[in-house]
T-cell receptor, first 111, second 114 residues
Framework: SQQGEEDPQALSIQEGENATMNCSYKTSINNLQWYRQNSGRGLVHLILIRSNEREKHSGRLRVTLDTSKKSSSLLITASRAADTASYFCATPTGANSKLTFGKGITLSVRP | GAGVSQSPSNKVTEKGKDVELRCDPISGHTALYWYRQRLGQGLEFLIYFQGNSAPDKSGLPSDRFSAERTGESVSTLTIQRTQQEDSAVYLC????????????FGQGTRLTVV
């Protein structure tokens, strides 16, 4: 079953605007990760936020984590056409902490 | 190698045939995952190998699917008697220690069953 659920399913914005994507999860976690996928092939790790962190930055990426609401958000500032991709959140799940992924968000950045 | 390597990149097979997909993880990574991604869908967990622990096979959709891993190196995913619904991209990932650490993905094998 899906642990993480992203929202919205699809997002279309103009270049230069900010993009905000959300992820909700069901069980307690020790970290939450965001990945990007271009053209339906391999995923690339973007950022990991631990359960004792509330906010983390990496370049134009800002991730927040609210463990009380079991939710996370990924903000991409000053978006570029090259940011067009699918974005997934992932959480360690189960006793063996295997990574499970949400269904993903399709982001389109219009030039 | 520098990254996770999967082969073949693309595979077209006839319905009913068996296929083997290969994954070479990053050297030293103890954890290895297989996922399936149908067109426009999310990642469906298939199987997880972590060190010497028994693999977590809870995601395998049927007994036609099986996977093996030799120590902490190469893994093969085998699909027997392929069906059209098996058509998907099969993604392999490895991570240094499992337990929810960062995963590194291969480029996947696109399987088409005709």
């Amino acid at each position: 079953s899906q642990q993480g659920e992203e929202d919205p399913q699809a997002l279309s914005i103009q270049e230069g605007e900010n993009a905000t994507m959300n992820c909700s999860y069901k069980t307690s976690i020790n970290n939450l990760q965001w990945y990007r996928q271009n053209s339906g092939r391999g995923l690339v790790h973007l950022i990991l936020i631990r359960s004792n962190e509330r906010e983390k930055h990496s370049g134009r990426l800002r991730v927040t984590l609210d463990t009380s609401k079991k939710s996370s958000s990924l903000l991409i500032t000053a978006s570029r056409a090259a940011d067009t991709a699918s974005y997934f959140c992932a959480t360690p799940t189960g006793a063996n902490s295997k990574l499970t992924f949400g269904k993903g968000i399709t982001l389109s950045v219009r030039p | 190698g520098a990254g996770v390597s999967q082969s073949p990149s693309n595979k077209v097979t006839e319905k009913g045939k068996d296929v083997e997909l290969r994954c070479d993880p990053i050297s030293g990574h103890t954890a290895l995952y297989w996922y399936r991604q149908r067109l426009g869908q999310g990642l469906e967990f298939l199987i997880y190998f972590q060190g010497n622990s028994a693999p977590d096979k809870s995601g395998l959709p049927s007994d036609r699917f099986s996977a093996e891993r030799t120590g902490e190196s190469v893994s093969t995913l085998t699909i027997q008697r392929t069906q059209q619904e098996d058509s998907a991209v099969y993604l392999c990932a490895s991570s240094l220690a499992g337990m929810g650490t960062e995963a590194f993905f291969g480029q996947g094998t696109r399987l088409t069953v005709v």
